[in-house]
Structure formats: structure tokens, C-alpha cells
């Protein structure tokens, strides 16, 4: 296999995989709810510190799959258990092993109930997540993709809010409906290239109409996740009554799943219907940018009002895939990893409120800065990432996602500036009034601040948001010859 390099002698990428549900099948054993919370924080924390070898042994200048494994699994079907990370993947790797530890942490006082199960779940989703990065077979995605669906669903239906069981089963039908269509694309290309390769399957011949009716199959699978407006009314409800752990995996991860999805599947294996649909889906990502913006303006739940940003934020992403150029792509995927940090980072803080005054409401927890100095800095900071503020994360991502839109066109680029003005109102809005307030703030004398464990939850992703807004190029130098493979196979694709 020309398109995988090993880059090693050991199976990185299967213990990074396995480890997390090896823990999960200790977890039950051991004594006590502590030692459950202390177990899990150390495999999370084993797998975050073996992930840094992925980067540290990346070779960038290639966009080959690097710590390829690959073994027969079925061979009567070709089917193999085939593992590789590229430029693109990379990151959202990284990304998903250094969040678990902070979702442990920030689940560690807040449920206290069925403590062993929770942490099982926990643990068996960055299984699944993980695999999703890493599969190069077909029928492995498929089965990490799916897998992923039954813990979520836990987390949300036995850990979450009062609605819990309607937003739970809401995620579940909304997700299974969009998964209905994928084997059927998965089994189509393999009738036409008899292997289920992910590799091998980009940059075939296949027809014109085969690739439109595989697109929109995808597309279906890919937008429900993302989502992409009108697909997205599964994820305030879900974010809302998740506990906060699910939440920063909802918003740092498996809403990456989507996007990833159109890169590594519709860019290089359906450059036709990509072609086809493409204004549609740009189209619906310039109104998902503005009615997401609007929706949050419109919010006095913090929880509901930084749901409704991801699906403004994810609009700038999926914009940026599909004007096809370098620059967009780029954006597009530093944004994803942005959006990780940064959204993630606001449900944990939303959550650190709501353990104190068991409330989301911004009524509630209006002019908490006399009394929460450390934890109103922290808010300040992510709040201005979310708005894109020059010197944060964010910036750096919308602004070549910009760039790349006014490249395509002007005139559709242009149709995204109100969501980059609504983005500083709804967020200016939420901290005027969570730091200040006004003359009849409630009594929050009784609020205190910030401890080790949380300032710590937050510390490393307050140093992301800096370091990748002051020195974005030890990130994006990463993807940059993956993106630009990505989109020579798209044009190679396309006809004359």
C-alpha cells in the first residue's frame, strides 16, 4: 500500500484506540466512585500524553497516511482493519485526546450518581471518536461511526437535565436517520472498485450520476452531525440537557465528525457532486451562519445560547470546504479545531456557574465579576475567541475562511459579515452581563470563585486559544500539503 508509511515498530494508533476501552472494562472493578474518577483520569491522561507522539513523529511534508496498520479482518470481502492519520486527520486526533481528561475533570464534583457507569461511557466514546479519525477501512469507519451513537445517548438520557429522555432519543433518531443512507454509498462504491480502501476509493472513475446519488447520501450523514441548518434542531436540545462533559464532547468533537466526513469523503471520491451541490450546500451555510448568530442573540439560557453559536461557528467551516480553495479548506480545518477549544471551553464555564447557582440563566448569574475575578477573566477570554477577536484562535481560522469565500465570491462572502457582527453582539451581550450587570444585579456574595481543579480544566485551553491566535504555524503547517493533495485529487476528478 503506496498511500501508508508506518513511522514506527509499535501500533500507536491501535493502543490510542483500545486504551480507553481497556480502561472501560477495568473501570467496574475497582472500589469506591473515587477510584473510578481517579482511574479514568489517568487512562485519559496516558492516552493525551501517547497522542503527542503522533505530532512529534508526523512527517509534514508528505500527505500520505503515517502510522499505518493494516490486517486482514475479512478477507472473502477485502475488508482489512486498517488504521493511518494524515494532515487533516491530525489534528482532530489530538484534539479529542487532550479534551477527555478535561471533561473527567469537569465531571468529577457534578455527577454524583451511577459515578462507575458515566465514566464507562466516557471512556468507550473516545474509543469510538478516535477510531472515526483513524479508520482507512470503509466498514471500520462504518462500525466506529455507529458505535459512537449508543454511549452519547447514555450520557444524555441518565446523566442529563430535566428533558433529558426527549433530547436523548431526539439525538438518536436524528443521527441513525442521517446514518440510514451511508452503507448504502458504502456498498455502491463498493460494487464499482470492489475494495472498501478509503484511499483506494478516492480518484475513481466512477460516473456522473453515480457520484451525485453518493453525494447526497453522504451529504445527508454529514450535514445531520455537522449540522448544518435545517438539520440542527437535534443539537440545542441535546447540548442543553447533556451534563457538561457530553456537552464538550458534542461540541468539541463529534460535531467535527461531520465536517471531517466532507473532506475525507465528498472532496476526493464524489468531485462531481460536489461540483453539483456545492452552491446548495454554500447556501445553506451562509443562512446557517445568520440564523445562528440571530437565535443566540435571542437567548437567556447560556447553555442554549452557545448551542445556537456552533451552528453559526460550523457554518464557517462547512463554508469553508466548499469554495475549494486552499485558503478556505485551511481555515475550515484550523476552525475546527478552534471551534473545539473555544466552544468547549464556554460549556465548561457554563457548567462551573451552574454548579454554584444551579442555574443557566444569565439573570441568574449577572454581575458575578465582584465576586468570580479569576473565573470572569477566563469567560472574557473564550467569549473573545468565539467573536473572532484579533490575537485569539478563531481569528486566525474565520479569517482565512473569509478570505478563501471572497476568492470563490464576492458577493457570498459577503452575505457572512452580519454573522461576524451578530457573533460580537450575542457574546458582548452575555459578558456585559455576566461580569457587570446593572443596578438590580441579585445577591452573588455567596458565589466563589474559581478552584485548582477548575483553573486547571481551563488553563490549557486559555494557552490554545493564544498560542494558536499568536503562532498559528506549528498547526497549520501540518495540513498544508494534505490540503493541497485534497484538492488536486478534486480537480483531477472533475471533467475537462
Known sequence: MDFLTTNGSWPILSVLIFLPLCGALVLPLLPGDRGARVWTLIVTFVNAGLSLKLYTGFDASTAKYQFGETVPWIPSLNINYTLGVDGISLLLVLMTTLIMPLC??????????????????????????????????????????????????????????PRKVYASV?????????????????????????????????????????????????????????????????????????????????????????????LRFCLPMTPVGVETFGPFVLALSVVGIIYGGLTALAQSDMKRLVAYSSVAHMGFVTLGIFVLNPRGIEGAILQMVNHGITTGALFLCVG????????????????????????????????????????????????????????????????????????????????????????????????????????????????????????????????????????EQVRAGLPL
Not at 450535514?223 to 456537552?247: D, N, Q, Y
Not at 452575555?430 to 445577591?443: A, F, K, S, Y
Not at 477548575?454 to 498560542?467: D, Q, S, Y
Open 104 to 161: 473527567v475533570l469537569c465531571s468529577w464534583r457534578a455527577v454524583s450518581s451511577r459515578v462507575k457507569s458515566f465514566f464507562v461511557c466516557i471512556l468507550l466514546m473516545e474509543t469510538s471518536m478516535l477510531g472515526v479519525f483513524m479508520a482507512l477501512d470503509f466498514v471500520l469507519f462504518y462500525v466506529f461511526w455507529e458505535a459512537m451513537l449508543i454511549p452519547m445517548f447514555l450520557l444524555i438520557g441518565v446523566w442529563g437535565g
Open 352 to 487: 462551573m456557574i451552574y454548579e454554584r447557582t444551579h442555574s443557566r440563566e444569565l439573570a441568574t448569574a449577572t454581575g458575578i465579576g465582584r465576586v468570580m475575578p479569576v473565573y470572569v477573566t477566563l469567560l472574557a477570554l473564550f467569549g473573545l475567541s468565539s467573536m473572532a477577536f484579533p490575537g485569539t484562535n478563531s481569528f486566525v481560522g474565520e479569517f482565512l475562511v473569509l478570505a478563501g469565500s471572497f476568492a470563490f465570491s464576492t458577493k457570498m462572502a459577503a452575505l457572512t459579515i452580519p454573522g461576524v457582527v451578530l457573533s460580537a453582539a450575542y457574546m458582548l451581550r452575555m459578558l456585559q452581563r455576566v461580569i457587570w450587570g446593572g443596578t438590580d444585579n441579585p445577591d452573588t456574595s455567596h458565589l466563589t470563585d474559581l478552584n485548582w481543579r477548575e483553573i486547571v480544566t481551563l488553563a490549557p485551553l486559555a494557552a490554545f486559544v493564544l498560542w494558536i491566535g499568536l503562532a498559528p504555524t506549528p498547526f497549520m503547517d501540518v495540513f498544508h500539503v494534505s490540503v493541497a493533495h485534497l484538492i
Open 170 to 262: 431526539k439525538f438518536f433518531l436524528y443521527t441513525l436517520a442521517g446514518s440510514v443512507l451511508l452503507p448504502v454509498a458504502i456498498i455502491a462504491l463498493y460494487l464499482h472498485a470492489h475494495t472498501f480502501s478509503i484511499p483506494e476509493l478516492m480518484g475513481q472513475p466512477y460516473s456522473a450520476m453515480l457520484q451525485n446519488w453518493v453525494f447526497l447520501a453522504f451529504f445527508l450523514a454529514f450535514a445531520i452531525k455537522v449540522p448544518m441548518f435545517p438539520f440542527h434542531t437535534w443539537l440545542p436540545a441535546a447540548h442543553v440537557e447533556a451534563p457538561t462533559a457530553g456537552s464538550v464532547l458534542l461540541a468539541s468533537v463529534l460535531l467535527k465528525m461531520g465536517a471531517y466526513g466532507f
